[in-house]
């Protein structure tokens, strides 16, 4: 089992910054991939952000590609992305995921195996 807790949600107006944090626990040496999705209100989750704990490649929606940085801290089992130049549109709750088998395609919820609760984020403009 692992465990995911994200922190650093919150409210920002347009053009600012903030940084999301997703601390594992547990099984996290079976860790292979993290992401990041975010869900609106009545739209369906979506794909963020993901990066291979080996090796650190890195994936992105094109809707925040050159805007958010994803990475990671392997000594403290932490993912973080950093979101830059927030926009309106970017208002969700955003999760952290985690999958323990090895997956060529990140960018699907169905590939993860593990969630986080969830941590909101409000750009107003």
Known sequence: QVQLVES???????????RLSCAASGRTFN???????????????????????????TYYANSVKGRFTISRDNAKNTVYLQMNSLKPEDTAVYYCAAVTR??????TTS???YWGQGTQVTVSS
């Open 102 to 107: 090895n997956i060529l395609i990140v960018t």
């Open 31 to 57: 860790t292979l991939v993290m992401g990041w999705f975010r869900q609106a209100p009545g739209k369906e989750r979506e794909f963020v952000a993901a990066i291979r704990w080996s090796g650190g490649s």
């Open 8 to 18: 650093g949600g919150g409210m920002v107006q347009a053009g600012g910054s903030l």
């Open 111 to 113: 590939a993860y195996n």
